[in-house]
């Protein structure tokens, strides 16, 4: 795993998906076969973090054609579009770990599965973006809900619960605030 991430990355920085993923098929994934990886992890993690290329930086051509056309700082608009990706590269890892998420086992298991999944997955776009469904968490809060993301996508019932159970006190117990942004004219948008 620890070669295959940044060859996955590097092979083939800024090619468009299908041929992203062709070349790593055939010579990323087989090695990761080799060590021990079920063939459907592999290649969904090569395809995450081949794909992935296209909006992180240093390449992030597909950052860096919208901020051409947004008109804004190229570097800016890659750095912030990595920030935003970050949880693509939980993802192939989730992937990896936990092959209930690939549809081997039970129903319940299975959707027990996504829903921790989906909670490890998006609450660190919480804690990393700073922002929460109503608005912006204290430093405290976003390391609760860090924490609580860490715990659910590790595998396991109970640390899913706990990871749960802390993500969802943090968001209700944390003291939101909501940045007032200018409008049109420097004055505030709610008219003040």
């Known amino acids: 795993m620890g070669t295959a991430v940044p060859s996955a990355y590097q092979a083939r920085l800024g090619d468009a998906g299908y041929a992203c993923y062709l070349v790593l098929a055939t010579l990323v994934a087989p090695a990761m076969i080799e060590m021990g990886v079920l063939p459907m992890a592999a ?4 395809l995450y973090f081949g ?3 296209n909006v992180t ?3 992030a051509l597909a950052a860096y054609t919208a901020s051409g056309i947004a008109q804004c700082n190229p570097s800016k ?3 912030t579009a990595f920030k935003l990706a970050l949880k ?3 993802l192939p890892f989730v992937f990896e770990y936990n092959h209930v998420l690939l549809g081997q086992g039970g129903f319940l298991s299975i959707v027990w599965a996504f829903l921790s999944a989906c909670v490890g997955t998006d609450c660190p776009a919480c804690t990393i973006q700073g922002y929460t ?11 609760m809900i860090g924490g609580g993301a860490l715990l659910c996508i ?3 019932i109970l640390t899913d619960v706990i990871g749960a159970a802390i993500c969802l006190a943090a968001h209700l117990t944390a003291k939101q605030t909501v940045d007032v942004l200018p409008g049109p004219g420097g004055r505030a948008a709610d008219g003040t």
Not at 43 to 46: E, G, I, Q, Y
Not at 133 to 143: E, V
């Open 133 to 143: 469904f109503s608005g912006k968490p204290g430093r405290l809060f976003r390391i």
């Open 43 to 46: 290649h969904l993690f090569v």
């Open 77 to 79: 608009c890659g750095f």
């Open 154 to 156: 590790w595998r396991g």
């Open 51 to 53: 794909i992935i290329s």
């Open 88 to 90: 693509g590269f939980i």
């Open 57 to 59: 930086p240093p390449v």
